[in-house]
């Protein structure tokens, strides 16, 4: 199957509603400019260096989302063009982007992560820390940040009860997000083998990278 074939399968089997990231860490840019072609403007990179470089040779009307753990030092390298950070996981890195933004007199949307899987490396906020950042956000927030959002990344796993029970877990928090702050309306979550379960539960974005371009070689 092509890169514009499995999309248009990936799009005749999702709801309109639900965002589709193309997760295209580790490809080349033929195949973003495939997928580019078939449609597609929002693109999921997890190294910021990667992503820029893509970002300076590929038309400038796509999103580029920042999917990865961010290194604060690096915040400076897509600050101005980043649509979308997925994977905020601390108050120092919100005040970093908060202060990059600043500089390049933008406003940048960030979703906020959640640890949600069993595993210890994958990252993320607990419910405690989430609520930390959400009543920070709404007490003294910072003016170039918007929290648009929640996203987590279940257990690799093949149990779907345990899956679904993340999943859920992570609507919930998101649904309280959204009756205390007005911006938060994406709900990040589901990937290649495990989408479909996460849109049944509510996921309204969803980050899908083999499935679209075949498996990577890291
Ligand atoms: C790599 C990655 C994906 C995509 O993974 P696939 O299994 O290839 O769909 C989604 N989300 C995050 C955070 C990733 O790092």
Redesign the pocket.
Known sequence: MSIAGNLSTILDEIPKEVSLVA?S?TKPIEDLQAAYNAGQRIF?E?KIQEMTSKWEVLPKDIQWHM??NVQSNKVKYMAPYVALI?GVDRSKLLAEINKQAAKNNRVIDCLLQVHIAQESTKFGLNETELNDIIHQQLTTPFPNIRIVGLMG?ATFTSDNVQIKQEFTFLKALYDKARNQLKDISILSMG???DYALAIEVGSNMI?????IFGERNY
């Not at 980050?207 to 499935?211: M, P």
């Open positions: 997760v860490k999921g997890n999917i990865g997925h990344m990937m290649s083998g980050r899908l990278g083999s499935k």
